[in-house]
């Protein structure tokens, strides 16, 4: 989720920002805490909404300077309609805040470099990778849906619903995916968009005109800023979730894409200098530790050397 478009009334109702506000879930504490120290440009709405979910409310009730007598309608109609009319006041004010409850979003996020395994309603699991969202209605979880948004990469193990509601998978990049019971892996970054089937089967509805696909097990689709055109192959696809198990995999990977999946992962800026081409490929298997023994392994398997500088990190050769 880009928090960084938020405004201060979206903070309020962010199911995660009123946790920290509580201060009941440490997560949450220190998600907004490292948020904060990024100094993101809409820091004032956030100290905004801070200032207004700790503003305590005015009192309904005063004190009256002289007591005036309280007369109440006598009799057993006008008492029997006084009940009939309570009833249906607390009737309606359940009723409007069960539906501005269902109307609020449940929101998941990790930082850079934090992976977490979110259970939904329906007992759905999504693995959230580093620096990742995903958030979804609460209405949009019912007999008939199951929705999600996602911004980032997850990887899903989808439970078939009893009446077979189907589960969604929407994007801001290219494409949503449907599912009934499956699992598959979600990428949906700045840069690139992909989607990976590990067993089952899903469909991949695109957000232009064209036709719907569907994939079977071992199948990628994917787009990028590069190429839009959707590109379809055959793949293995524990490569593309090695990240649930602490990996970082790489196969005849090109630099850039290498640099990409290390910004994303350690949200820290890295650069080629211009003698180093960028289609150089890379194969290897590194697990996911600091940024700097990440980066000097990449190094390493590229034959190439490493500095760093007060913006980043340089590979030179």
């Given at each position: 989720m880009?928090?960084?478009?938020?405004?201060?009334?979206?903070?309020l109702l962010d199911d995660r920002f009123r946790a920290y506000c509580q201060q009941r879930?440490?997560?949450?504490?220190?998600?907004?805490?490292?948020?904060?120290?990024?100094?993101?440009?809409n820091l004032a709405a956030f100290r905004e909404a801070e200032r207004l979910y700790s503003q305590p409310q005015p009192s309904t009730s005063h004190q009256r300077a002289s007591a005036q007598?309280?007369?109440?309608p006598s009799g057993p109609v006008s008492r029997r309609w006084l009940v009939v009319a309570a009833l249906a006041a607390v009737l309606v004010l359940l009723g409007l805040g069960y539906w501005f409850w269902q109307q609020q979003y449940v929101t998941e996020a990790t930082a850079f470099n934090e992976r977490r395994t979110v259970t939904l309603p329906d007992g759905s699991t999504v693995a959230l990778n580093s620096h990742s969202t995903l958030r979804y209605q609460r209405s949009n979880f019912t007999e008939l849906t199951r929705a999600v948004e996602l911004t980032g990469e997850g990887y899903f193990d989808i439970k078939t619903a009893r009446n077979g509601a189907?589960?969604?998978v929407r994007t801001d990049g290219s494409f949503d995916v449907q599912a009934l019971g499956t699992t598959f892996s979600v990428q949906n970054r700045p840069h690139q968009q992909r989607v990976v089937l590990n067993s089952g089967q899903i469909q991949v509805s695109?957000?232009?005109?064209?036709?719907?696909?569907?994939?079977q097990p071992g199948q990628l689709l994917e787009t990028s800023v590069a190429d839009p055109q959707p590109r379809q192959r055959t793949v293995r696809p524990t490569l593309y979730n090695a990240w649930?198990?602490?990996?970082?995999?790489?196969?005849?990977?090109?630099?850039?894409?290498?640099?990409?999946?290390?910004?994303?992962?350690?949200?820290?800026?890295?650069?080629?200098?211009?003698?180093?081409?960028?289609?150089?490929?890379?194969?290897?298997?590194?697990p996911i530790s600091d940024p700097e023994t990440v980066l000097r392994s990449v190094a390493e398997l590229s034959r190439l050397n490493i500095r760093q500088t007060e913006h980043g990190f340089v590979l030179h050769p």
């Open positions: 880009n928090y960084t478009t938020y405004t201060a009334e979206d903070f879930d440490s997560e949450a504490v220190l998600f907004w805490k490292r948020w904060q120290q990024s100094n993101p440009p007598p309280h007369q109440t189907p589960f969604t695109f957000h232009d005109a064209r036709p719907a696909v569907t994939l649930t198990r602490d990996q970082l995999v790489f196969e005849n990977a090109s630099l850039i894409e290498v640099i990409w999946t290390l910004e994303e992962q350690f949200g820290i800026p890295v650069r080629l200098e211009n003698t180093v081409p960028g289609n150089q490929t890379l194969t290897g298997i590194l």
